[in-house]
């Protein structure tokens, strides 16, 4: 295996847990913000009302983009499983 063929599998698997992640964590920053700011202009400081919305959020955010997330994973470990005859010999 080269070091040529090793550092392209690990960019091409940041670059996938990157895509994997993003929808995920840009929507829970964007819901943190703007909880922390509603609850800090109401000076309201229950953390059930911080914890339920992001959690409703995220599922709501794996509801939509799941069939994305599967479908590049899927398409990776294909891709992953069709390169091991070139990357091991």
Do not use: C
């Not at 690990?10 to 996938?16: I, N, S, T």
């Not at 914890?51 to 994973?73: A, D, E, M």
């Amino acid at each position: 295996m080269t070091p040529e063929n090793v550092m392209e599998l690990a960019h091409r698997m940041l670059l996938v847990t990157s895509m994997i992640a993003a929808p995920l964590l840009l929507i829970a920053l964007i819901a943190g913000l703007v909880i922390g700011m509603l609850q800090a202009a109401t000076q309201i400081n229950e953390s059930t009302l911080s914890f339920i919305p992001k959690l409703l959020l995220l599922v709501l955010t794996l509801f939509v983009s799941g069939p994305w997330i599967l479908r590049v994973l899927s398409d990776f470990t294909r891709d992953l499983y069709a390169s091991i005859p070139t990357v091991v010999g």
